[in-house]
């Protein structure tokens, strides 16, 4: 089984930060903590993610985006967008937001 380091972004760690200062964010809260437990543990291919390319942005060096569920059918549902690397074994969460 794949395993991945899981590296923030400054973005996607302040959104992280905002949705565990915010206790009527609890539910989301545990909704991306559990999407980025599977990035990690079981990597991108988990089903549940349904991890697919994102053509609206790009990573920090200019790598390919991923969006991988974190809630679904709910409106304005959190979506985790990622990208592999720096490093071997690494996903670099890019941002962390609900369904553009």
């Not at 437990?37 to 942005?57: N, V, Y």
Request: hydrophobic share 35%.
């Amino acid at each position: 089984m794949a395993q991945f380091h899981i590296r923030l972004t400054e973005p996607a760690g302040e959104t992280l930060a905002l949705l565990r200062k915010n206790r009527a964010e609890a539910k989301r809260l545990k909704a991306v903590q559990k999407t980025l437990g599977l990035l990690e543990r079981s990597g991108p291919r988990h089903p549940s993610l349904q991890s697919h390319k994102f053509a609206g942005m790009t990573g920090p060096k200019g790598e390919e985006v991923f969006e991988a569920y974190a809630e679904n059918r709910t409106p304005a549902a959190f979506r985790v967008f990622w990208c592999y690397g720096p490093d071997k074994d690494e996903i670099t969460i890019v941002a962390i937001t609900p369904h553009p």
